[in-house]
């Protein structure tokens, strides 16, 4: 049973326009929440990252949303650009970061 | 410096060989992981090391066997391993506490023949 759930395996979007990728959890122990990005042949890169004491945090042109009551989280990209063309995944921890549990994934392709 | 660097980039061996994947980093942190990703699937975590003791195994078979010599490094031999071990194996760290980030190495492709 997946805890971290991402129900859209890919996403396109218009360069310039909003990306808005989404997470579900099911687990209500889970207290905090990274999003990470990952181009193919590398590792996953951190973008930002939500506790959930928060509902929302921004860095850039990255933001990320957590209602609670829900169990979801979104990271809206905004613009958009081609760089921006990745696998996206979500990942939860109980634990405030010892033990991460991964969604898995959406690919994200913003067209020129 | 975020960087975790992970050798060997690739590494194919026969499921009689005996190999080990390396992870090194110099951010102090006292947390290390080893991750393993199949194709189209997310991270999936095996050990976790905290201050070079071993404190979560997902259950991983024996054939993957941590090692944590010091702070900075984190190892994981293989042996007798199995077609189906082929994967991405990804090394992570992140300092102890509340709220910290993991951050990856560009992982050690694996493919056993």
């Known amino acids: 049973d997946q805890q971290v759930k991402q129900n859209s395996p890919s996403l396109s979007v218009q360069e310039g326009r909003i990306s808005i990728l989404n997470c579900d959890y099911t687990?209500?122990?889970?207290?905090?929440f990274l999003w990470y990005k990952k181009y193919p042949a590398e590792g996953p890169t951190f973008l930002i990252s939500?506790?959930?004491?928060?509902d929302k945090n921004e860095d850039g042109r990255f933001t990320v949303f957590l209602n609670k009551s829900a169990k979801h989280l979104s990271l809206h990209i905004v613009p958009s650009q081609p760089g921006d063309s990745a696998v996206y995944f979500c990942?939860?921890?109980?634990?405030?970061?010892?033990?991460?549990?991964f969604g898995p994934g959406t690919r994200l392709s913003v067209l020129p | 410096d975020t960087e975790v660097t992970q050798t060997p980039k690739h590494l194919v061996m026969g499921m009689t060989n005996k190999k080990s994947l390396k992870c090194e980093q110099h951010?102090?942190?006292?947390?290390m992981y080893w991750y393993k990703q199949k194709a189209k699937k997310p991270p999936e975590l095996m050990f976790v090391?905290?201050?070079?003791?071993?404190?979560i195994n997902e259950s991983v078979p024996s054939r993957f066997s941590p090692e944590c010599p010091n702070s900075s490094l984190l190892n994981l031999h293989l042996h007798a391993l199995q077609p189906e071990d082929s994967a991405l194996y990804l090394c992570?760290?992140?300092?102890?506490?509340?709220?910290?980030?993991?951050?990856f190495g560009e992982g050690s492709w694996l493919t056993v023949v």
């Open positions: 687990n209500s122990m889970f207290d905090y």
């Open positions: 090391y905290s201050y070079e003791k071993l404190s």
């Open positions: 951010m102090g942190h006292r947390a």
């Open positions: 992570a760290s992140s300092a102890r506490g509340l709220g910290n980030t993991i951050y």
């Open positions: 990942a939860a921890s109980e634990d405030y970061g010892q033990n991460f549990v």
């Open positions: 939500i506790s959930s004491i928060k």
